[in-house]
């Protein structure tokens, strides 16, 4: 038993390699290819059944790509659009499950509004790997990517909140709104204090104790899964949790971690989620034929009109929102209006298109328990899961295939590329003047006397004169031929120089995160290969 299903996990591991490279072959988006590919081997005969327990889902996939989205996630952007985000991860979580619940009371036979809430509650969020997927190829402003990501942060947690006071109310047949409405906040604000407890001191094991690059990345995985048990053991929000303790960690990364330890944890994390991720979404298609084999009661042709009704309402329901989110505050306030420009009803209405359902929705959908307490079984549970997929399935490929479309069709752009490009020029040429100024203060005979110190600040002098060169690549010669220890030495203090510099730019905050973790990603391989 335990051999198959070991031999069906790397099956499927395989799977999702074999799918993703097709995917790229065809320039399709890979979490819409691999929806539609698991959905299509699922009615494969002789394919075995792929049963997920509830709990296992929600606590193996969820805390890590949680943790990892919180990890890539700038704090500083995050702040800067936290209105925008809240509306959306809040309000508009809030909104869709109020208005699916009534929606699907109303039209189902049969469905209590508990019922709809749950349902709503699984299907309110948007994915954060979906929008980003079909979004990285293509050039749009950095502002909407942002407000995207955040909310889809803010959004797994507020909406899994209410997917958890729904259930119980569907368990006890007891539901009292203000109550819930405390409990939500409170059950969120505890949530994020665990994790940041529990990050603080993950924090001071890293900066205090001497790790290596193993170990640290050892205790980045951990690490999620540690902050989201506690936090539930104690019926607070473990996802808030892990997304508070991930950015809590993460603006501190710069500091605890070395070189060479950024290097190991991005490059594992880099493949853990690409993989956790593509498990996620082929596993929804596999899904499908199962659930459809449980329904009962319900007519295959009426359950596909509930859902795909559903699927329409959820995305009017985020255009309905998202364009008075974005204008009526401006109106209320004149300190919006000078502190920020009017945004412009393209961008605003591709935040709005941009609201695929992915991971999330079908891991809460997949938590319903099977049973209720008594031991009877869940009512409607899969068509509960049946309505989840369909409604995933449209938004990824309707909102998703049809987004570069619709983005060429409003002539989108990229704003502020040419401003990206000076603020890399900037950043550069501050770390090639640190680099410098070290140089000339602490080996300043040395540059006079020998060629090889001489060269070096020659280059860095042209890096200066022409900002948006890089590197020259002279110094791979310079140390495989072993030139003097003491040349060996300043190349890696000047990478130092360059880290203290780096600070100085975080502190200041004057550049985005990504363009400077850019810039620390390239001193952390130069340090590398100095150390080899």
């Not at 100024?437 to 300043?444: L, T, V």
């Given at each position: 038993m335990v051999q198959e299903n070991l031999l069906l996990?790397?099956?499927?591991?395989?799977?999702?390699?074999?799918?993703?490279?097709?995917?790229?072959?065809?320039?399709?988006?890979?979490?819409?290819?691999?929806?539609?590919?698991?959905?299509?081997?699922?009615f494969i005969p002789g394919i075995p059944d792929v049963v997920l327990e509830p709990d296992f889902v929600f606590l193996i996939f969820l805390p890590p790509l949680l943790y990892s989205a919180a990890w890539n996630t700038s704090w500083k952007d995050f702040w800067d659009q936290r209105r925008n985000i809240s509306l959306l991860a809040f309000g508009l979580v809030i909104f869709t499950s109020t208005a699916i619940a009534f929606l699907s009371h109303g039209m189902i036979p049969g469905f209590s509004l508990a019922m709809g809430f749950l349902l709503g509650g699984i299907i309110s969020p948007p994915d954060a790997v979906?929008?980003?997927?079909?979004?990285?190829?293509?050039?749009?402003?950095?502002?909407?990517?942002?407000?995207?990501?955040?909310?889809?942060?803010?959004n797994d947690a507020s909406s899994l909140i209410v997917f958890r006071f729904a259930l119980l109310a569907v368990i006890t047949g007891q539901f009292t709104f203000w109550k819930a409405t405390g409990d939500f906040f409170l059950v969120?604000?505890?949530?994020?204090?665990?994790?940041?407890?529990?990050?603080?001191?993950?924090?001071?094991?890293?900066?205090?104790?001497?790790?290596s690059g193993s170990v640290d990345t050892a205790l980045t995985l951990i690490?999620?899964?540690?902050?989201?048990?506690?936090?539930?053991?104690?019926?607070?929000?473990?996802?808030?949790?892990?997304?508070?303790?991930?950015?809590?960690?993460?603006?501190?990364s710069h500091i605890i971690f070395t070189y060479s330890s950024r290097i190991q944890i991005y490059s594992?994390?880099?493949?853990?989620?690409?993989?956790?991720?593509?498990?996620?979404?082929?596993?929804?298609?596999?899904?499908?034929?199962?659930?459809?084999?449980?329904?009962?009661?319900?007519?295959?042709?009426?359950?596909?009109?509930?859902?795909?009704?559903?699927?329409?309402?959820?995305?009017?329901?985020?255009?309905?929102?998202?364009?008075?989110?974005?204008?009526?505050?401006?109106?209320?306030?004149?300190?919006?209006?000078?502190?920020?420009?009017?945004?412009?009803?393209?961008?605003?209405?591709?935040?709005?298109?941009?609201?695929?359902?992915?991971?999330?929705?079908?891991?809460?959908?997949?938590?319903?328990?099977?049973?209720l307490s008594q031991g009877k079984a869940f009512p409607q549970r899969d068509l509960i899961l049946f309505i989840t997929f369909i409604v995933i399935l449209f938004t990824l490929v309707l909102q998703g295939l049809s987004l570069p479309w619709l983005i060429r069709k409003l002539n989108i752009e990229g704003a502020g590329e040419e401003e990206t490009a000076e603020q890399e020029a900037a950043i550069r040429l501050r770390?090639?003047?640190?680099?410098?100024?070290?140089?000339?203060?602490?080996?300043?005979?040395?540059?006079n006397a020998v060629d090889a110190y001489s060269r070096l600040k020659e280059r860095y002098e042209r890096m200066i004169e022409i900002a948006n060169k890089k590197l020259l690549k002279d110094e791979n010669s310079v140390t495989a031929s072993g030139f003097l220890p003491k040349y060996r030495k300043m190349l890696i203090e000047l990478v130092a120089v360059r880290r203290q510099e780096l600070q100085k730019l975080r502190d200041e905050k004057l550049y985005p995160d990504e363009l400077l973790n850019n810039r620390e990603w390239e001193l952390d391989l130069e340090e590398a290969r100095l150390n080899e």
């Open positions: 996990v790397l099956s499927l591991l395989f799977a999702v390699s074999m799918l993703t490279i097709l995917s790229k072959k065809l320039k399709i988006p890979y979490p819409i290819f691999l929806v539609v590919a698991g959905l299509l081997i699922g979906a929008a980003t997927s079909v979004l990285q190829d293509l050039k749009i402003p950095k502002r909407i990517v942002t407000i995207l990501e955040g909310e889809s942060l803010i969120a604000a505890l949530g994020v204090l665990a994790g940041i407890v529990i990050a603080y001191f993950i924090y001071n094991i890293h900066r205090l104790l001497p790790t690490s999620p899964y540690l902050m989201y048990i506690t936090a539930e053991h104690f019926h607070y929000s473990g996802v808030m949790a892990v997304v508070s303790g991930g950015l809590f960690l993460s603006y501190r594992f994390w880099e493949t853990l989620v690409f993989l956790l991720n593509g498990m996620v979404f082929i596993l929804i298609g596999l899904q499908l034929p199962q659930i459809m084999s449980g329904m009962k009661g319900y007519s295959l042709a009426s359950v596909i009109f509930y859902a795909v009704v559903i699927s329409l309402v959820t995305i009017i329901i985020r255009i309905i929102w998202v364009f008075p989110g974005a204008y009526i505050p401006r109106l209320l306030s004149s300190a919006i209006r000078q502190k920020e420009a009017r945004p412009p009803w393209k961008s605003v209405f591709l935040v709005a298109w941009s609201g695929m359902r992915g991971v999330v929705s079908l891991s809460s959908a997949l938590a319903v328990p099977l049973t770390l090639a003047w640190a680099a410098l100024n070290y140089m000339q203060d602490h080996y300043a005979s040395e540059v």
